[in-house]
């Protein structure tokens, strides 16, 4: 299995990097070309319109460990999983750690496009750390 993990350093404190991407409310804020639309179903599941349909997502966050699990599939239990984590930079800034996984029946350039796609939306979370 292939993996690619990114990286972007931010200006902002590990702390309020950490709130704004730990908080799925802010998923169509920062990872715009993935998340068209946020919603939440009656059960009380968010639901994430992307370019490819709609899916199911979830985050499990860590504030101790700066853990930012994302979950993102068509059911509960077929659940694609993104490990992600803030860390404390030196000095004042922070670093936010993605990691992307080529799952079975993902082609090479599906996993490719998933990866650029990441890169570009990183800079959106910068801009809205240092607002």
């Not at 590990?14 to 009656?42: G, V």
């Not at 370019?51 to 993102?72: S, W």
């Not at 659940?79 to 860390?87: D, G, K, L, T």
């Not at 799952?103 to 979370?125: T, V, W």
Request: with cysteine; charged share 20%; aromatic share 10%.
């Amino acid at each position: 299995m292939n993996t690619s993990t990114h990286t972007v350093s931010l200006t902002a404190s590990r702390q309020a990097a950490f709130a704004f991407l730990a908080d799925i409310e802010n998923l169509p804020r920062w990872a715009t070309m993935f998340c068209r639309e946020l919603k939440r179903d009656d059960s009380g599941l968010h639901r994430v319109v992307t370019p490819n349909g709609e899916i199911l997502f979830r985050i499990d966050a860590d504030a101790v460990t700066g853990v930012i699990d994302m979950y993102g599939g068509p059911t509960e239990d077929q659940m694609a999983y993104w490990p992600a984590r803030v860390v404390a930079g030196p000095g004042e800034g922070s670093l936010f750690i993605f990691t992307a996984f080529q799952y079975p029946g993902m082609s090479d350039e599906e996993f490719a496009a998933q990866c650029a796609g990441i890169e570009r939306e990183f800079p959106n979370i910068s801009r809205h750390l240092e607002e």
